[in-house]
């Protein structure tokens, strides 16, 4: 920032010479995302037990979508023929994401198997099929990744960052 405020002082003479020139810029340490692998992966589909836990682990998975993405998604919102979805994400900018034949499948055997009219596509499965919250489907996935007992942290995010492994293995 202060480069900029000295290059623009400079250029308008309001000072003699920029002060910056002669600083050489600090670089911010790159912090490796850790990402699970595509094993995995497997055995966390492996210890899904219900279809709504098998479709909500392989969607994160292989849509790469943000957790507020995930809870604001309607059924109307997809486009099964070309397995992609527009979705309103960070900075409220609207984007399209895609996602795999095996979620494309999942979705539609989960949206079949509901007995209820709600929009959203990821809803309770008891009481009164409410929209699942953000609180509720890391819940879903915590308690997938506690029967996998991978010994790691596992959460929606970390989905997020592995869809770059698994698709660089498809």
Do not use: W
């Amino acid at each position: 920032p202060y480069t900029t405020l000295f290059r623009s002082l400079s250029e308008e003479e309001y000072i003699p010479k920029n002060p910056m020139l002669k600083i050489k810029a600090t670089k911010e340490p790159i912090r490796l995302r850790h990402a699970l692998t595509v094993d995995e992966v497997e055995i966390l589909r492996q210890k899904c037990e219900n279809i709504r836990e098998k479709e909500l682990l392989e969607f994160t998975y292989s849509s790469g979508c943000r957790l507020s993405e995930i809870v604001d998604i309607n059924k109307e919102d997809i486009d099964f023929y070309n397995k992609t979805l527009k979705v309103i994400g960070k900075g409220n900018k609207e984007r399209v994401v895609c996602f795999n034949t095996k979620a494309k499948y999942l979705l539609k055997e989960y949206i079949m198997s509901r007995a209820d009219n709600n929009a959203a596509l990821f809803v309770a499965s008891k009481g009164k099929h409410n929209r699942l919250g953000s609180r509720s489907i890391k819940r879903e996935i915590k308690n997938i990744a506690i029967r996998a007992d991978l010994g790691k942290s596992i959460y929606p995010h970390l989905l997020r960052h592995s869809i770059e492994i698994g698709r660089a293995h498809v």
